[in-house]
């Protein structure tokens, strides 16, 4: 559907890519309501696309009133996910608790700096983009895995693994200690590749102590592929 009329959009976030059903229902009553598009975005979020200026308030009031929340300037950016081991035979991590516990973490933060991403797979297939995301957390046999630096667009960047093994609150205080290090070195926004050679990385001793092929490829790829 096109709209010739002049038309802004809402993105609801959605934790682990989750829609719950009383708010899908909402959305789908709101759509034909206002006539409006729905896109799943490449985040795992829904935006409902082609609302009238004077109708967004409305609409963002009774998506509200069920809980939902919306993206815009300072929110903590919501992991990408895989579908982990529940319902994938690869699966031998579970995506969505790891950033259950991620964004409990920062539930109560007010302002998080633009604009690094966090991914995390559930195997070494690394389904979300895991290998190219600002930081990067991988499921392994042993633990978790944790990449930096990576990112898509027009310039790609593989992730480089600083940390592995570790359990679920490892992987927390890390994603924790890398996000103050890229709220302290940033003015407004700014991918963790333009900081990974930064003297103060909080992980500057692993990264020189990783041989090149770990920077660039996780145990166990070339076999699952």
Not at 1 to 26: F, H, V
Not at 111 to 136: E, M, N, P, R, Y
Request: net charge positive; aromatic share 4%; glycine share 10%.
């Amino acid at each position: 559907m096109t709209q010739n009329t002049a038309a802004t959009r809402l993105t609801i976030l959605m934790p682990a890519g989750r829609l719950p059903l009383p708010l899908m229902a909402k959305v789908h009553a709101l759509a034909e309501k206002y006539r409006l598009e729905i896109y799943l975005s490449t985040l795992q979020n829904l935006r409902l696309m082609g609302i009238r200026e004077e109708d967004l308030p409305l609409i963002r009031g009774e998506l509200a009133a069920l809980g939902a929340q919306f993206k815009g300037p300072g929110r903590f950016p919501i992991p990408r996910v895989c579908i982990g081991v529940r319902d994938c035979t690869m699966g031998i991590g579970d995506p969505e608790r790891i950033s259950a516990l991620i964004l409990a973490k920062f539930k109560d933060r007010e302002k998080t700096k633009q604009k690094f991403k966090i991914a995390i797979s559930g195997c070494t297939l690394g389904c979300s983009g895991v290998l190219t995301t600002d930081i990067g957390i991988m499921a392994t046999r042993k633990g978790f895995d944790l990449y930096v630096g990576g990112k898509g667009g027009p310039n790609p960047k593989v992730g480089r693994r600083v940390l592995r093994d570790l359990d679920e609150q490892g992987v927390v205080s890390a994603v924790a200690e890398l996000v103050e290090f890229h709220d302290a070195h940033t003015e407004t926004k700014q991918r963790m590749v333009k900081l990974i050679d930064h003297p103060e990385f909080p992980y500057k001793a692993e990264l020189s102590s990783l041989p090149a092929q770990a920077k660039l490829m996780p145990e166990g790829c070339k076999e699952a592929v």
